[in-house]
């Protein structure tokens, strides 16, 4: 039998120590066992653990200290949104709460777009608009609808804003094919979100607020309802 490239190794093990790490296998705050006893266990090199271990580091869900041995971080109460990627990968359910997260802010940045997007930013909004019902197929619309969303973003000003609703977006990657339910009609897509749109162009902050919330809440029914 073919040896498995090291790349291949090292990526299944790190998808089997995320997994028992996030299943509680290796609870937060704990120490994993010796390096050489948990390579025995895992059946591959401590080369290739040591691989592994590097980028669940990176990730947030290792420290190692020399010396002491590698301790499985607290990542709920010490990690940021960007583990959201990986949770949501892992588990689904947490989906509902970065929707929750995502109509609050959603709304927000409407609200703020609203009175402070400058003329070329109103145009830019209508002319990604206009591409969400020009899009060919729901991924493409998809993509296109985000698209907007991170125009309304930046006409806040605030660049927070901006990397909230990358991270937000970033989070549900995932998943995204599972959630193509309200951009399976372009023309349809594009006539939900229209209202958020014309509002911002308007200067109305309340009506944006108002429509961006009626949009987020629409679109995370129909999106909830295709994972489910």
């Known amino acids: ?77 010490l990690g940021g949104a960007d583990l959201l990627p990986m949770l949501v990968r892992h588990d689904a359910k947490w989906v509902h709460e970065v929707f929750e997260v995502r109509r609050g802010i959603g709304a927000l940045i409407a609200e703020r777009a609203a009175t402070r997007a400058t003329r070329t930013q109103q145009a830019e909004l209508r002319a990604l608009l206009e591409a969400v019902r020009e899009a060919d197929g729901a991924d493409a619309v998809q993509l296109a609808d985000v698209e907007v969303h991170r125009a309304l973003a930046r ?25 193509k339910g309200p951009f399976t009609d372009p023309a349809v897509a594009h006539e939900r979100l229209a209202p958020v749109v014309d509002a911002v162009a308007a200067g109305d902050a309340r009506q944006a607020h108002a429509a961006a919330d009626a949009y987020l809440r629409a679109t995370e029914r129909i999106m909830l309802d295709g994972l489910a």
């Open 1 to 77: 039998m073919e040896a498995l490239p090291r790349e291949t190794i090292v990526d299944v093990l790190e998808d089997r120590l995320r997994t028992d790490i996030l299943n509680g296998r290796h609870p937060a705050g704990s120490y994993l066992p010796p390096e050489r006893q948990l390579a025995d266990g895992y059946g591959v090199t401590r080369t290739t653990l040591k691989h592994a271990f590097g980028r669940l580091v990176q990730a947030g869900l290792l420290e190692t200290r020399h010396g002491v041995g590698t301790r499985v971080r607290d990542y709920a109460r």
């Open 155 to 179: 006409a806040t000003g605030n660049r927070v804003y901006v990397l909230l609703t990358n991270t937000l977006f970033n989070a549900y990657l995932p998943v995204r094919s599972l959630l």
